[in-house]
Nanobody
Framework: SQIVESGGGLVQPGGSLKLSCGTS????????VAWFRQAPGKEREGVAC???????NYLDSVKGRFTISRDSAKNTVYLQMDNLRFEDTATYSC?????????????????????WGKGTLVTVSP
């Protein structure tokens, strides 16, 4: 994969982490980019996405705590995670949907993504 995530680690409940998603193979601004997570024994779920038109969508359980954003100059998409909870523990992966897109809104459906990074582990624990 050309996508690389970073920024995971161990954090206490209530703490913050900022994940980064970057690539040298293409320009992220042109595409829909999403963050997914998968905890042991659970299905992968979409956490946040930002569309090629910069529309944003969040999983209900992270609204008000997580923020997705782009830095065009760095060709990077970030996921700022605040007020982390035990249940946020998972491997977080970045994915890109190259299109064409039926709407200007991004998708949190894993099967609609075209390329994935390998993920970065986030552990929320005292």
């Amino acid at each position: 994969s050309q996508i690389v995530e970073s920024g995971g680690g161990l954090v206490q409940p209530g703490g913050s982490l900022k994940l980064s998603c970057g690539t040298s193979g293409f320009t992220l601004d042109f595409y829909d980019v999403a963050w997914f997570r998968q905890a042991p024994g659970k299905e992968r779920e979409g956490v946040a996405c930002i569309s090629h038109a910069n529309n944003i969508n969040y999983l209900d359980s992270v609204k008000g705590r997580f923020t997705i954003s782009r830095d065009s100059a760095k060709n990077t998409v970030y996921l700022q995670m605040d007020n982390l909870r035990f249940e946020d523990t998972a491997t977080y992966s970045c994915a890109v949907e190259f299109g064409p897109w039926p709407t200007s809104y991004c998708s949190l459906v894993p099967t609609e993504q075209d390329e994935w990074g390998k993920g970065t582990l986030v552990t929320v624990s005292p």
